[in-house]
């Protein structure tokens, strides 16, 4: 689970009074996601043009716009189902402008540049699975790496680039497949579907691997699904 997943009370009242206090500003929500982008964006640029330190820095004040602008628009009571899709685009700009600018960065190193290319892949495959499984009244809020995680190990890497950016380069790759894989199974896991009769005879017992299997088939298959197909056992004839 994310940062903001896990966490959302701890969050809510570290933005909540700074939100209020720029809600006393001109700038609107809107606008701050605007200013998150053309921050991401000018990052971008700079790490491209071999700025990787000055892009850390850009790239943070960037990612503050983005995390205060919902903070705004609750303390504004300006939350719109526009504000929401709008700052959602945003978000996945964000995301691939910076990846972009990294890859030109790192181009001549293929290895790195591979790294890049399934890091980036993988950012915007793991928000998709979200938004589709939104769309079917689905949760898929879970995952190794969400977008926070992203941005920080991100924000590190181009900072401390010079002992940092090769190994969460790794990270962000291998924990962004693993995050699509995750939230894939999520969204299997919440669709009813048959368990397989065969399977559900290893489970009935009390022996120790029975015990370990039931909470293995649990796991992978989900609780809906396990739950039911155990009460449609327990209901049939012997």
Not at 86 to 106: E, F, T
Not at 123 to 141: F, G, H, M, P, W
């Amino acid at each position: 689970m994310g940062l903001r997943a896990s966490f959302p009370q701890h969050i809510e009242r570290l933005t909540a009074p700074i939100g209020r206090a720029i809600s006393a500003t001109p700038l609107s929500p809107n606008q701050l996601t605007t200013l998150g982008l053309v921050l991401t964006t000018v990052a971008a640029v700079l790490v491209a043009q071999s700025e990787p330190v000055i892009a850390g820095w850009v790239l943070v004040a960037g990612g503050l716009m983005d995390t205060f602008d919902g903070a705004v628009a609750r303390a504004r009571g300006l939350s719109t189902p526009y504000g929401a899709f709008y700052d959602s685009v945003s978000d996945r700009l964000s995301d691939g402008i910076i990846l972009v600018g990294l890859a030109w960065w790192l181009r001549p190193d293929a290895d790195l540049f591979g790294l890049v290319l399934v890091a980036l892949v993988a950012s915007q495959v793991t928000s998709y699975i979200r938004a589709k499984a939104e769309a079917i009244d689905l949760d898929c809020s879970v995952g190794l790496l969400e977008r926070a995680e992203r941005a920080i190990l991100l924000t590190i890497a181009l900072v401390f680039h010079r002992w940092l950016l090769v190994p969460v380069l790794w990270v962000l790759a291998v924990g962004g497949t693993v995050t699509v894989v995750q939230r894939i199974h999520h969204v299997w896991c919440q669709i009813q579907r048959d368990f397989p009769p065969e399977l559900l005879g290893l489970t009935q017992g009390d022996r120790a691997w029975n015990r370990a299997y039931r909470a293995a088939a649990r796991a992978f298959f989900g609780a809906p699904t396990f739950n039911e197909a155990e009460r449609q056992a327990e209901g049939s004839p012997r």
